[in-house]
Every structure is written in structure tokens, then in C-alpha cells.
């Protein structure tokens, strides 16, 4: 089983354990944890993360700002990718495209489905993540572009 789905595992184990998961995983890269994300689901190429409305992330329409989206968005498709990448090999973002659909006035959830990427053969893999408010309207849509590679050997 992958490290990360290993320590949800034990975290999933108790109260609040999956808040307290996703503090652990935001911490890996702190910027992340400014959008304070909940993992509400992960899997094997698969995410779901929410994201509370709230002061700290809004703009000046206070709605939520268009970069604390775009967070949540490489958030979801990071963690999508740390989760269902073979061990041998790695990944890094090599670009972003973000389309801004509706203002984004409550709490938000992201996915990312990565069901369909043929892990030992990709060079590319190309993250969609549709953003949700509680409505279950799509406010951003993201394209993540994720160049992966095997790792050096040792």
C-alpha cells in the first residue's frame, strides 16, 4: 500500500482523525495549510478535499479568492498524484490552466479522478479538478499539468 494511504489508514483509526490528516498532509507543503483543506476522501487515483468559506481566503466581493481556489485545486490534484504514483517514479507541476466559472460563495470541495493514467508508461498526466460549492455548481475548473518521470537510481 502507498505511504500516504498507509497513514490515512492510522489516522482514519480516530476521532477526528481525518482532520487531523489533512493538517499532516497540508503540512508537507505549509503554504497549503493558508486554505486549511480536509481531505474528506482519498484513494488510489482518487480525491476529494473541502475548503471552508471563511474570512482569512476571501477577496474583496467576499467570496473566495481566486488563488485560494487554485490552492485547492493543486492541493487535490498533488495529493491525487502522491497517492496513486508507483514508488519508482515521481512527479512535479509543470503548469496550470484555471478557468474561473462562477463567484464562489460557499464552501468548496475539489475533485480529481485519476482512474484513466496508465502509471508505468505516462510522461505527462494532465490533473482535471472541478471545483464544487454547495450547490454542486462548478465555480473553477483547473488543468494541472504534471510532467512524471522514474526516479534516479541509487
Known amino acids: ?70 490552492n485547492l485545486c493543486e492541493f487535490a490534484a498533488g495529493i491525487c498524484m502522491e497517492a496513486s504514483i508507483p514508488k519508482h517514479r515521481r512527479w512535479i507541476p509543470t503548469g496550470m490552466d484555471v478557468k474561473y466559472l462562477k463567484k464562489a460563495k460557499t464552501d468548496l470541495v475539489a475533485k480529481c479522478d485519476l482512474s484513466e493514467v496508465d502509471w508505468e508508461r505516462c510522461q505527462e498526466v494532465v490533473c482535471d479538478v472541478p471545483v464544487f460549492d454547495n450547490d454542486n455548481q462548478i465555480v473553477v475548473r483547473a488543468k494541472i499539468t504534471m510532467k512524471v518521470s522514474d526516479k534516479p537510481k541509487r
Open 1 to 70: 500500500m502507498n505511504r500516504l494511504l498507509s497513514l490515512q489508514a492510522r489516522f482514519l483509526k480516530f476521532p477526528f482523525g481525518r482532520i487531523l490528516f489533512s493538517k499532516v498532509v497540508a503540512r508537507m507543503a505549509p503554504y497549503f495549510t493558508t486554505i486549511r483543506p480536509i481531505i474528506q476522501h482519498l484513494a488510489h487515483n482518487q480525491i476529494e478535499v473541502s475548503m471552508q468559506k471563511r474570512r482569512a481566503v476571501h477577496n474583496h466581493l467576499k467570496t473566495v479568492h481566486a488563488i485560494a481556489c487554485c
